[in-house]
């Protein structure tokens, strides 16, 4: 889990502990199908955030490998590009894809 929401799934479980407990003086306004849905709701929350960092756990060596694709594809790209500008007239750039103007 997130360190946001471990925070608050531990913060929301306390007072769900603390309603629970005082529950019979009565005059807090909670009553006990109110803490029984925040706790249904904290058990969805935890369960919501656990698939999230699975999710996450296989998302982010496919992020990283586009990426150094990425990068490979940027580097012969400028390098294509600057030697075809070196080597060719400016009105000829476009018959090779380079739109750039000097």
């Not at 999710?55 to 590009?81: D, G, S």
């Not at 080597?87 to 750039?93: A, E």
């Amino acid at each position: 889990m997130s360190k946001t929401v471990d925070l608050l799934v531990e913060k929301s479980r306390d007072l769900s502990k603390g309603l629970r407990k005082h529950l019979n003086e009565g005059g807090n306004g909670v009553t006990l199908t109110e803490i029984d849905e925040l706790e249904k709701t904290l058990d969805a929350l935890v369960k919501a955030s656990e698939e999230c960092e699975l999710i996450r756990a296989e998302l982010a060596p496919k992020v990283q490998h586009t990426n150094e694709l990425m990068a490979q594809v940027k580097a012969v790209y400028a390098e294509k590009k600057k030697m075809l500008k070196l080597r060719y007239p400016q009105t000829q750039w476009p018959d090779y894809g380079v739109p750039d103007k000097r």
